[in-house]
């Protein structure tokens, strides 16, 4: 079953926007990660946030996690065309669940 | 970090037939898992390989359909038996390296079943 409900299921925004994810999730969790899929192929990690944390940033990512509501957001700046891809929140620990993913489509 | 090869990386295959997929990592891991993604969805865990005894299969899924081979630490199968149009999705391997439960996922390997 799957942990994490995102949402939208689908955004799309000019390059030089900013696209903000969010995710949800049902059970107690010791991390959050944050993945990019391409076209149907292999994920890439992007990003990991542990539950003692709340903000982690990487490059042009923001991630925050709210535990006492069980929410965590992923914020790409400044967009590009290049970062059109379905981004996929996963919890962490022995069995990795993925979330059912948001579709980022950015325009040149 | 870890570089996972899949093969194939896609197949057409005949519905009552079995296809099996080759997961080879770069390096000795503990935890493989095998993931499946349907059309427009998101990953399901199938199944976590372990190495020198049955793998563990999620609810939905049974040894009978998806057997998988775990022969040593750097080298999974995982069968798709007596397939049909619903088996149609992308198989992926994962691993996970050190301690973070950080996943190295292969490319994927797309079945197309008609």
């Known amino acids: 079953s799957q942990q994490g409900e995102e949402d939208p299921q689908a955004l799309s925004i000019q390059e030089g926007e900013n696209a903000t994810m969010n995710c949800s999730y049902k059970t107690s969790i010791n991390n959050l990660q944050w993945y990019r899929q391409n076209s149907g192929r292999g994920l890439v990690h992007l990003i990991l946030i542990r539950s003692n944390e709340r903000e982690k940033h990487s490059g042009r990512l923001r991630v925050t996690l709210d535990t006492s509501k069980k929410s965590s957001s992923l914020l790409i700046t400044a967009s590009r065309a290049a970062d059109t891809a379905s981004y996929f929140c996963a919890t962490g620990g022995f069995k990795t669940i993925f979330g059912a993913g948001t579709r980022l489509f950015v325009k040149a | 970090s870890a570089v996972i090869s899949q093969k194939p990386s896609r197949d057409i295959c005949q519905r009552g037939t079995s296809l099996t997929i080759q997961c080879q990592v770069d390096s000795q891991v503990t935890m493989m898992f095998w993931y499946r993604q349907q059309p427009g969805q998101s990953l399901t865990l199938i199944a976590t390989a372990n190495q020198g005894s049955e793998a563990t299969y999620e609810s939905g899924f049974v040894i009978d359909k998806f057997p998988i081979s775990r022969p040593n630490l750097t080298f999974s199968t995982l069968t798709v038996s007596n397939m049909s149009p619903e088996d149609s999705s992308i198989y992926l391997c994962?691993?996970?390296?050190?301690?973070?439960?950080?996943?190295?996922f292969g490319e994927g390997s797309r079945l197309t079943v008609l």
């Open positions: 994962s691993v996970v390296v050190g301690d973070t439960g950080e996943l190295f």
